[in-house]
């Protein structure tokens, strides 16, 4: 039976018993909404720790868009059904006064990292990130904590601030997870209408159409392709397409320079914001 957590002070004291006993313990954050993406995490999570805790949380300090943070979808008790079918031992879903009960100041500076594609698109974005992973790390105190490469930057972020305030615990990236026609999944999809809904396997069509023949191409032509193969989607409203180095984050120019490079894509399609990414080599 999973356990609901709402108080800082109550899931602190379940995990503390926990470690008295030697247990590790596994952290899953997510903004809730979930499906079957989060729910490998868990499944993973389960598999490499005695004690696998989920968070759900949107965050508000994240969002750079109000109706963006309006419109994100909650659905807790179905979370919660979620969660206990994939193992999960306990999830904590505290409100927004449990976390930030004075106002949040914090300000965090990753360097380059930061300021590409999402950063520069979202301004503040992954500030906000980084103030809630910081938060749930000190709660929870986990060993291990898994992260989804959808979000491929904000792990980047992430591991960045594991590094620069030496926190103990291991970050574990995780593949991501594709519906059977090739869409990533997201909690996002579910505002796409039917419509919409089939047209957006077209984002990964085209990254893995295109990236197939990469050393036929330089990374500019590869570029300038898909974004002319998306342009012929008018449902499409591309936001950025880039190849970057998958350790510095910074745009490839010549494939010899990176030993691993990976293309993001960004683009609206209706009212849904959807990203994705895609390892070149």
């Known amino acids: 039976m999973i356990q609901v957590f709402n108080y800082i002070a109550d899931i602190q004291s379940f995990l503390n018993a926990k470690r008295d006993s030697g247990y590790s313990v596994g952290l899953v954050p997510t903004m809730g909404a979930l499906h079957e993406g989060h729910l490998s995490l868990i499944r993973r999570a389960k598999r490499e720790n005695d004690i696998v805790v989920a968070s759900v949380f ?24 979620l969660l206990e079918s994939a193992g999960c031992d306990a999830v904590f879903m505290p409100s927004v006064e449990e976390m930030y009960p004075t106002q949040v100041t914090d300000h965090y500076d990753f360097g380059s990292i930061e300021h590409v594609m999402e950063g520069a698109c979202r301004p503040g974005h992954f500030n906000g990130v980084a103030i809630v992973v910081r938060k749930l ?4 105190e986990p060993d291990r904590a898994y992260f ?26 995780c593949d991501i997870v594709r519906e059977n026609d090739g869409l990533a999944m997201s909690s996002r999809n579910m505002r796409l209408n039917a ?87």
């Open 58 to 81: 949107v965050n508000p300090v994240q969002f750079n868009n109000p109706v963006d943070l309006e419109k994100y979808p909650r659905t807790p008790e179905r979370d919660i059904s």
């Open 137 to 140: 790390f000190e709660i929870v």
């Open 148 to 173: 989804g490469e959808k979000d491929f930057q904000q792990q980047a972020i992430i591991r960045k601030l594991v590094s620069d305030y030496n926190i103990n615990l291991e970050i574990v990236p």
């Open 195 to 281: 419509e919409e809904r089939a047209i957006a396997p077209m984002i990964y069509k085209v990254l893995h159409e295109t990236t197939a023949n990469f050393e036929t191409m330089s990374p500019a032509e590869m570029k300038a392709i898909v974004l002319k193969k998306y342009s012929e989607i008018k449902q499409f409203d591309v936001e950025y397409v880039e190849i970057a180095d998958e350790t510095t984050l910074q745009t490839v120019t010549d494939w010899k320079d990176s030993e691993h490079a990976r293309i993001f894509v960004a683009l609206q399609l209706g009212p849904v914001r959807l990203i994705d990414n895609l390892r070149i080599y």
